[in-house]
């Protein structure tokens, strides 16, 4: 089992950054792939953006050239630093760890943290 905490979330005005951050239970060396999944109210859940154990990202174009994200393996953790926030930025925002095992995959989800971009 992987437990995952989330911080960071807030209100921010439109224009404005926020950073979340995620800490997972277990060392993030033998989590595969780390990522943030956002999820509106009435929307399906959406996925933002993932970190390899190697550190290749990969982005959502909603989100692409605005949101980092990033992890340090040191502090079993993984980031999500979020500019130029926008009002459809607006959703709970759930940290994700995926492990590739040979037999299967393992997904984890955290609580998530609220993120709400208004003026």
């Known amino acids: 089992q992987v437990q995952l905490v989330e911080s960071g979330g807030g209100v921010v005005q439109p224009g404005g950054s926020l950073r979340l951050s995620c800490v997972a239970s277990?060392?993030?060396?033998?989590?595969?792939?780390m990522g943030w999944y956002r999820q509106a109210p009435g929307k399906e859940r959406e996925w933002v953006a993932r970190?390899?154990?190697?550190?290749?990202?990969n982005y959502a174009d909603s989100v692409k050239g605005r949101f980092t994200i990033s992890r340090d393996n040191a502090k079993n953790s993984v980031y999500l630093q979020m500019n130029s926030l926008k009002p459809e930025d607006t959703a709970v925002y759930l940290c994700?760890?995926?492990?590739?095992?040979?037999?299967?995959?393992?997904?984890?989800w955290g609580q998530g943290t609220q993120v709400t971009v208004s003026s």
């Open positions: 994700n760890a995926l492990r590739v095992r040979s037999g299967g995959s393992e997904n984890y």
């Open positions: 277990i060392s993030t060396f033998s989590i595969n792939y």
């Open positions: 970190i390899a154990v190697g550190g290749s990202t």
